[in-house]
């Protein structure tokens, strides 16, 4: 028999991913561990609104999502335990600047970057929905088909409420096609 155990969020873990952002024309960058997909361009950024980077956010409407891998995390680790307003931050990661002005760490597998189209409030968090603008990857995570390989990535997951950092793992079976043995 299932447990009521109140309105937990169950839905982790998800990827770990540090965002990006001009602050005050510096960049500064955040580890989230909030972000979601609402569709096959759009995202969303859940921060919470005492964050420093939110700042630059709201004042450029531009973001990176850079995911993290094992090679990262440390790094991006620390870009969580301290917040911009108190530590300047944009040394922690190599980085590159995109035309729109946009700070991506040259060491993240995968960058996003993203245009806010609208923010979300509710009580202590501000959700930034975004536009993805442009998807930048490095080749080895590449499949021969030029799209991500999630088994070369290998992103880092992040699970709440353990606070605790999960490495992907094996592959189980092929999406839309389990169902359909199973009908037979």
Request: charged share 20%; aromatic share 8%; proline share 4%.
């Amino acid at each position: 028999m299932k447990k009521n155990i109140g309105n937990a969020l169950a839905l982790y873990p998800t990827p770990l991913v540090v965002v990006g952002a001009m602050v005050e024309g510096k960049p500064n960058w955040l580890l989230v561990g909030h972000v979601g997909i609402i569709g096959h361009d759009h995202v969303m950024v859940s921060l919470a609104s005492a964050h420093y980077t939110n700042k630059g956010i709201k004042a450029n409407q531009k973001l990176s999502i850079n995911i993290v891998d094992e090679a990262l995390l440390a790094k991006a680790d620390h870009s969580g335990c301290v917040s911009g307003s108190k530590e300047d931050k944009s040394t922690l990661f190599d980085y590159t600047v995109d035309e729109a002005g946009v700070p991506m760490i040259s060491q993240a597998p995968v960058t996003m970057v993203c245009s806010v189209e609208d923010i979300y409030s509710t009580p202590g968090f501000e959700s930034f929905i975004c536009t993805i603008d442009a998807t930048y990857a490095e080749e080895g995570v590449l499949s021969g088909d030029g799209k991500i390989d999630y088994r070369a990535l290998k992103p880092v997951l992040f699970e709440m409420p353990t606070y605790e950092y999960l490495r992907t793992g094996d592959i189980i079976g092929k999406c839309m096609s389990l169902g359909r043995e199973q009908a037979k």
